[in-house]
């Protein structure tokens, strides 16, 4: 049964956005049902209640019984497009393709919020730029609402030498580090990516509204939720994975004693992003969540300036510049401690990066560094049990 | 030719002293020649100029130009009785056998102070403590002498704590982090070495000289240097590796960008010691160095408190207070992580850690921290090649 093309494609954005409304973006079950049958015929299923996951069953439910979700949709995309905002789906061409490896994604937390890490159905997006264009070259800033001068300063300084270096700024909009690095960003005329936990109609905190609307104009405000949704509490955390997803690297700049940021450097290192941690002094209590993380993960990276930022990030950015060509040429072009690794690679099964540090006799950094680079060149993919070649790159 | 064996002792300990003379403490040639023939013959093999090494032979020459080496040692000797100041050698039982670890440590540095890296051959010491229980439970706290207020802080604060432990804390005596690790210790009632690079006579610098006095009544103040000799820039060097070998860890606390810092903490890992390093404001000076040692050494350790010092060190010192009893017991006694390295390693032959780790599928950081452990026990000894079983657990 299939109808008119363009009427299907309809079809489907207005079903992504009543998803989004129905249960919280990232839902696992709800991606794995649209990814088999599509969004459309999703949506009909879990309005007609023909779901085996039973808390899915019962929000759903709760939903609609106080509103139709094909009219809310409906509402959500009329109020975008008076407001200037646009619905970006996976199959549109600025489709920021990065946040599909949440898709991979696997964390061994048994937080609650481990339901909600699928990659987004639907982004709506305020601002001129193509979403994936804007997000190629992009590092995330991040750290305390209740930041220091110190961590304020350090944070505006970083934003504005990486935007001096055509590279975007994304971060969360809140108050404090956040701030700093949207509006370093703007300082020195790059661009910026605020990552909203609402709709792009109510910007949150209504004290940063002044700053959103200068990100709308030279940058982009994007978000999940469709318009009118409200920055509850649990939905900044779903939101924080399309932070770690969307960079090439995120960085924290301050942190207090267990903040939730060891978490989502945990989930940046689970992407294969790189984790960069701003260290402080001991004496500053917004300082301990950053050395926790730095004592605590070994594969996170203290960084102190924008300088050591690119220095991690920056290869990955000049890489994607110049794509390589094919399987055969990929592998001859790479250089000589990547080769090493390649050949410690078993042609089937897995390897560890200690496993591959041993074998190619390289130090575990070096590996580590090898290994995103090969990633994001397709030579290489993250399984269950640690690294394997591409299926392309196994011989025969 | 065995003389009266008293009279050979303190035959012994004269040609220590004029050794320390005639060429620096740590030389490589005079400690081989010393371990061969003995102090005494050394000394007279020296005076004579029968030795291969020419730049030696010089520089002995250019020495008992201007005296004989005899006479200084016995000046020096009697300067000594009446400032209260000892000579300890290596056969006294408060000689700190930890500094012996020395003897195979190899640098790739290429550097000329190369030259003076095997360990001492005698110290002079002013306090009342035995050396060698004194610097059983130690760590060194050193850093920048042009030290910020937030470095001196800190290290005041952390040697206050550790002395409250009952842990002794050595440094250099210089003004800056040195001197504020120092009195913090002193604040506490609790014991401190300082380790100069000149005669125990004259403190240097001047400006210190009311703490040294203090530090000889409450902890030790050492030196390899003879009673009278001067503070020549390049003994500072060679000083450090003192302070490097006769503790369980070092703690940079600040430090200057391309300051001695990393080549100290390369010296520290070189010895199997915990390196440790405070970070500060990415904005301060004073600890670019610290940071630039964190992100270039991945096996130095980001410290914040002596919470987090105790935490590396700590075991070695608990494991050192109930020593275990002989080969067997001990390997039964080991941990189970340690018992999985012990494993890995071959029964002839060396492992690196990063090997260690693949094959018992532990962390570097795990194996690194439990060979310290082993090494301690006397279950492994470092080789040139790696980590190799010590030879009374290699089976048969």
Redesign the interface.
């Known amino acids: 049964m299939s109808g008119v093309p363009e009427f299907d494609d309809m079809a489907d954005r207005a079903a992504r956005v009543a998803l989004t409304w129905l249960a919280e973006p990232g839902h696992r079950t709800v991606w794995t049902l649209v990814q088999q049958a599509g969004a459309a015929a999703t949506l009909e299923r879990l309005i007609s209640g023909d779901i085996p996951d039973s808390r899915l069953r019962a929000a759903v439910k709760a939903r609609t019984a106080v509103g139709d979700p094909h009219r809310i949709a409906e509402i959500a995309l009329r109020r975008a497009e008076r407001l200037g905002a646009r619905l970006v789906v996976p199959s549109d061409d600025e489709w920021p393709t990065r946040v599909d490896d949440l898709a991979g994604l696997e964390l061994d937390t048994g937080g609650r919020v481990n339901h909600d890490i699928r990659p987004p159905l639907c982004f709506w997006v305020r601002g001129g730029w193509p979403l994936d264009a804007t997000l190629e070259r992009s590092v995330a800033i991040v750290g305390a609402r209740a930041a220091s001068s ?1 961590g304020t ?2 944070a505006t300084d970083m934003a504005y030498a990486l935007a001096g270096r055509e590279w975007t700024v994304l971060s969360g909009g809140a108050f404090g580090i956040d701030a700093a690095a949207h509006r370093g960003t703007l300082a020195a005329g790059g661009r910026t990516v605020a990552v909203l936990a609402c709709g792009v109609d109510r910007p949150y905190p209504v004290g940063n509204s002044a700053m959103f609307e200068q990100i709308a104009e030279q940058g982009l405000v994007i978000s999940e939720w469709p318009i009118g949704a409200e920055p509850l509490r649990h939905r900044f955390l779903i939101r924080n994975r399309v932070i770690a997803a969307a960079t090439a690297g995120t960085v924290v700049v301050e942190a207090a004693a267990r903040s939730g940021a060891a978490q989502t450097m945990n989930r940046v290192l689970a992407l294969n992003r790189h984790a960069m941690v ?6 500053s209590a917004m ?2 969540g950053c ?1 926790e993380i ?2 605590g993960n ?1 594969y996170a ?5 924008a300088f ?1 930022v690119l220095e991690e990030v920056g290869r990955i950015g000049e890489y994607l510049t110049d794509p390589p060509r094919g399987p055969e040429h990929r592998r001859d072009s790479v250089d000589e401690e990547s080769a090493l690794i390649l050949d410690a690679l078993p042609p089937r099964g897995t390897s ?1 990066p ?2 591959l ?3 190619a006799r390289l ?3 070096t590996v580590l560094r090898r290994l995103s680079l090969l990633e994001v060149a397709g030579l290489v993919v993250r399984r269950e049990g640690g690294i394997a070649l591409a299926p392309k790159n196994t011989p025969g």
Chains 1, 2 share one sequence.
């Open positions: 110190y300063h350090v701003v260290p402080g002094p001991v004496t300082s301990v050395h730095l004592r070994p990276r203290l960084v102190t300036s050591d560890t200690e496993e540090a041993a074998a130090t575990l950094r």
